[in-house]
């Protein structure tokens, strides 16, 4: 079955279009966490981040730059978070990749809450790590 936003791409389901090439379209999220929470859609069907080729990435991105910066210009936001999840650990729901933008007016309020809590670094062996992840690198 195709995902939602292959359907949507395709005009099967409505959306609240913010921005459309022949590549790229970009939304009104549904569920927003923030006044004009955008999501930056490839129209070609990709998993993921991870998977996406890198010619699209960059068309994506730079829409979602562009935004950002017109939601500072136009809606007054404070800040953007400029978000993508890669897989249900990560929280994606939806599998198509996407990226999402998020206006911030004031600190704290709103749906999304960013937290990075620090784990015990002391607990790893941080150079074998970066070299694990270097020798990984393609
Ligand atoms: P993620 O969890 O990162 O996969 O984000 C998926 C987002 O897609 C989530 O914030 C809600 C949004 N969404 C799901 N279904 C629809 C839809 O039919 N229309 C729109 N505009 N957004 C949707």
């Known amino acids: 079955m195709k995902d939602v936003f292959c359907r949507i791409v395709e005009g099967e389901l409505p959306s609240s279009k ?28 990709y998993q993921d981040f991870l998977s ?26 404070k800040g953007i978070n400029i978000l993508t999840n890669v897989g249900e650990m990560a929280g994606q729901s939806v599998p198509h990749f996407h ?20 784990m015990d670094s002391s607990t790893l062996n941080l150079p074998a790590l970066a070299k694990d992840i270097s020798q990984g690198l393609k």
């Not at 379209?25 to 955008?38: Q, R």
């Not at 960059?58 to 562009?66: G, N, P, S």
């Open 52 to 77: 996406v080729p890198k010619d699209l990435l960059h068309k994506v991105m730079d829409v979602a730059q562009r935004i950002g910066q017109a939601e500072i210009a136009v809606l007054g936001a």
């Open 99 to 118: 990226v999402h933008v998020i206006p911030r007016y004031v600190r704290g309020e709103g749906g999304f809450q960013l937290e990075m809590k620090a």
């Open 18 to 45: 913010v921005y459309e090439d022949d590549e790229v379209v970009a939304i009104l999220d549904v569920s927003p966490v923030a006044k004009g929470h955008c999501l930056v859609i490839p129209k070609a069907h």
